[in-house]
C-alpha cells in the first residue's frame, strides 16, 4: 500500500512553536480597517483566540481611522490627515472617543469574548497607562516633496511614559487586555495618539516577543500595486531605505516610525500580516514559510515560525 501523508505533520510542526512561544507576550494591533468589516474582525479575534488557548500572552492594541472618518463626515467635521497621521481639532477629539473607546472598543471586546478569550477594554488613561503631551508644530516633507512645512496637530499626544501596572495586574489574572489609543496628559487633558505608536510603546514597556500589525495588505511590499511583491524580512535599514525611495506611504510611515522604536526598544520582531486574509496570523506564527512580512533590527534571521 502506498504510505498517505502524515495527517499530524501540521500539528508537530505546530507544536514546536507552541513549545517556543508559551508564555511570551505578543502584542497584536488590529487596524481599523480590519476592524470595520465584522467578518475580518471576529476572524482576528478567532486567531488571537488560539494563541491564548496555546498560553501565548496577548495584548491587543486597536486602531479605527476608518469608522472615525465615517463619523467625522456624518458630523460634518473636517478629515485631515498629513504624512499619514490625523490632525485632531476639539470636535474631532470628542469623535474620536465615541469611536475608540466607545462603539468600536464594545464591538472589538464582544467578538473577543465569542470567541472565548476573556478580554478587558482598557485606555490610555485608564491608571495612567500612557501618559502623554500635547505635540508642538512639527515640520514634516511628504513624499515627492522637496521642502516640508510647519504642521500643527492639533490635540494630539506624544507619548512620554508608559505605566504598564494595571496591564500586567490584569495579565496576573489571566485577563487579556484590549488598549483603545487615547492617551493622558499630567493635566488631565486627553489626546489621540497614532495606534500604531501606542502598540510599539506598549510592545517595548512589556519586553515583548513580537508585535503585530495586522494590515489590509499581504505586508510590506516592494511595489505598492502589487500584492504580490511581498518582502519577507526586512531589517531597520531596508526600512530606512525604501522609507528614502518614497516607497512607504500613507499610513506605512507611522508604522515604519513604530516598527523602529519597537525594535530598538528591546521588542524580538515586528510583523506586518494581512488582517483580511483567513489565518495569517496563526501561519506567520506557527509555519515555517510565514504569511507576512518580518522586521528585525539588523542580524539576519530565517523567515518563518521560529521568526527570532
Known sequence: MPLSPDPYA??????KYVKQFR????????GGAVLSDPRTRKTACEQIALLWAFSIRPVVVHGGGPELDALCDALHLPIEKVAGRRITSAPVLDAAKMVLAGKLH??????????GVPAVGLSGV???LIKARRRPPVMVTEPGETQGRMVD???VGDIESVDTRVVEHLRSADYVPVIAPLSGGQDGAVYNTNADTVAAAIAAALH????????EVPGLLKDVSDPSSVISLATLSDLASLEAEGKLTG????KAHAMRHALVGGVGS??????KQSDALLEEVFTNEGSGTMVVREHPVKHGGAKG
Open 126 to 128: 485608564d491608571a495612567g
Open 153 to 155: 496637530y492639533g490635540l
Open 10 to 15: 501540521a500539528l508537530r510542526n505546530a507544536a
Open 208 to 215: 515583548a516577543e513580537k508585535l503585530f500589525f495586522l494590515v
Open 23 to 30: 508564555s511570551k507576550t505578543f502584542v497584536v494591533k488590529l
Open 106 to 115: 464594545t464591538d472589538l471586546l464582544a467578538d473577543l469574548q465569542a470567541a
Open 270 to 275: 515586528v510583523h506586518l500580516v494581512s488582517g
Open 251 to 254: 499610513g506605512m510611515r507611522p
